[in-house]
């Protein structure tokens, strides 16, 4: 309970302290990154995929891996070199900056500092350094000197971090602070322009000092997936194109920074391509893959992510336990929980299919109800997405068929983003926010499809058993990572994952829900139903207990409280009329 209270204020903080700056844009920004470097953490050792093995990763196992360097993409107009961790490798260090290690001659004369031209106007300086040094972490203080020898009222000198700026002066205290802002952004561009270091270290020199180079959380959300997508496939790729499906969950860590600022580290853990799902028959072995949809292929790489954090956790040692974004977690709830100060944020190329899509319908309310048809639950079942209510009970039983994916973004922000198995050892992870690349979406369906189906609030009540609730996605409109050209036919048929400590990219033939290979069948993913299952059990091994390890069937092994509070969740989709979320337990009878 503890953990949960400590979530819970962490997440309302969170909420407070973003609430300016999580919204969703107008429009978004243009954005191309710039080359990076980064490393995995952990990762697992390729082991030969076969029908007896499942995925080609095999069991889930701890082993260090070795730096990569991420291929760049060229330059843009809000550029960021997003700088590996020195111990850990995260991607994406807290400034919203760019920024290079000090000392670096070469580095310092490729990203030479510079400021708008014929320099900011004293009313914008301030704004600016203050922006400057918000985006760093570092303290900013105005202090007031004696005025000796000049014809001016007032002197100010700008502080940051312990570096004392040179002296700006005016008539007035407002005029002396103006001036002494524009004396600080000067003093940083003279010492970049010589090349010496700054007198602290605390912030990084090579530094734009324009304000469209500060990134906001979107750019930084965007930067981070598209520098790891380029790491992982080479330039020639045939994957490449790929790039233009991709959705991916962002770690974000807060850390304390100088003087009280909250230092922020964004590392990619999952990702995800692909527009397709399965259209074959029902299949009851657990070994293929029915939903090939970037987002919804991110969020089962990232269930592998938190599978292999358990085992850090467990079987990691000393080393093990602080690496992992896990911590015990007393009392007679899930054994772990986050981290404190660890958020999860989506990010995603296209706008969701469904209920997000359809923009053209009007809305009726009847008793606080939506009654729009585009706001039922729709299925893909054999190529075609129509509503659950359409589909007739001999096609569904045959058939495969997946809730689309605005229909699955509305049922984790109720139950999380964990699911069933995980429910076991931890409590539901719910993301804080979603970027969405695609300009062409409607804010405001997105928002009604995600957080209004069904209805929690009235005369109805939640019914929800705890912890289970629902929460709000802070919604952005954020840069895209790949242009926007009509995705090639050759990627319709394909789907990618990887997930932090995975060696390489997967390649899933979406037509056969399996790894792609020359010979067909191909080996299954290390994302399918039974890779999950396996993994379970092996959690359960390493904590002792022998209760889940009798647990025979993946069906079985499912966590009552969320099972329960799915069903209750079904029912009020039912009892509302937006259709009844389609049950499928012979699909998981599977034991092995």
């Known amino acids: 309970m503890a953990g949960a209270a400590s979530s819970a204020e962490d997440g309302g903080r969170r909420k407070l302290r973003l609430a300016a700056s999580l919204q969703m844009s107008p429009t978004p920004s243009s954005w191309r990154p710039l080359a990076t470097q980064g490393r995995d953490a952990w990762g697992t050792q390729p082991s030969p995929g076969a029908e007896g093995d499942v995925g080609q990763g095999g069991p889930l196992t701890l082993a260090a891996s070795h730096d990569r360097p991420l291929a760049g993409a060229g330059a843009g107009k809000l550029a960021a070199s997003i700088a590996a961790e020195e111990a850990g490798g995260q991607m994406g260090r807290a400034p919203r900056v760019s920024g290079q290690p000090a000392g670096h001659s070469d580095v310092l004369k490729a990203r030479q500092l510079h400021m708008p031209p014929g320099d900011p106007s004293p009313e914008q300086a301030v704004g600016l350094l203050s922006q400057y040094a918000a985006s760093l972490g570092v303290s900013l203080n105005f202090q007031e000197d004696p005025v000796t020898g000049t014809c001016f009222s007032f002197a100010t000198c700008a502080e940051l971090d312990g570096v004392v700026c040179p002296v700006g002066t005016g008539n007035s205290k407002t005029e002396a602070k103006q001036q002494a802002a524009l004396s600080a952004l000067r003093y940083i561009q003279s010492q970049q322009d010589s090349l010496e270091p700054p007198v602290t270290s605390s912030w990084p020199p090579g530094t734009s000092m324009n304000v469209e180079n500060i990134l906001t959380h979107e750019q930084r959300c965007a930067a981070v997936v598209s520098a790891a997508f380029d790491r992982l496939l080479a330039k020639d790729s045939p994957y490449q194109d790929c790039k233009g499906t991709v959705a991916a969950v962002i770690l974000e ?319 009020l989709l039912d009892q509302q009329g937006l259709g009844a979320w389609p049950s499928k337990p012979l699909v998981g009878s599977f034991s092995s």
Not at 433 to 460: F, K, Y
């Open 253 to 571: 860590k807060e850390i304390p920074g100088a003087w009280g600022h909250a230092k922020e580290i964004y590392e990619l853990v999952a990702l995800g391509t692909g527009i397709g799902t399965y259209a074959g028959w029902l299949d009851f072995s657990g070994r293929r893959l029915h939903d090939c949809h970037g987002l919804v292929i991110a969020r089962r790489a990232l269930l592998r992510f938190f599978f292999r954090q358990l085992l850090l956790a467990t079987q990691g040692g000393a080393k093990g336990r602080e690496q992992s974004v896990l911590t015990p977690q007393p009392g007679p709830g899930p054994p772990f929980a986050l981290k404190p100060r660890i958020f999860l944020h989506l990010y995603v190329s296209n706008t969701p299919k469904g209920a997000a899509q359809d923009v053209y319908l009007p809305l009726s309310l009847e008793d606080g109800l939506l009654l729009s048809s585009s706001f039922r639950l729709q299925v893909h079942i054999r190529g075609q997405l129509k509503p659950v209510s359409y589909v007739a009970p001999a096609l569904r039983c045959t058939h495969v068929g997946c809730l689309s994916a605005s229909d699955k973004l509305a049922r984790w922000a109720v139950l999380g983003l964990g699911g069933a198995l995980l429910a076991h050892f931890l409590p539901p992870l719910y993301a804080t926010s979603l970027v969405l690349a695609d300009p062409c979406h409607d804010p405001p369906t997105l928002n009604r499809a995600i957080h209004t189906r069904p209805s929690l609030d009235g005369t109805l009540g939640s019914c929800l058993p705890l912890p289970y609730t629902r929460t709000t996605l802070h919604l952005f409109a954020g840069p895209a990572v790949a242009p926007s050209d009509p995705i090639p036919t050759a990627c319709h048929s394909l789907s990618l994952n990887w997930s932090l400590g995975d060696s390489d990219i997967e390649v899933v033939d979406v037509a056969t829900g399996r790894v792609k290979a020359e010979a067909v069948p191909g080996p299954p993913s290390r994302l399918c139903k039974a890779a999950f299952l396996q993994a379970f059990r092996q959690i359960s091994h390493a904590l002792g207990k022998p209760h889940l390890l009798a647990l025979k069937t993946y069906e079985a092994a499912k966590a009552g409280a969320y099972r329960n509070a799915r069903q209750q969740l079904s029912h």
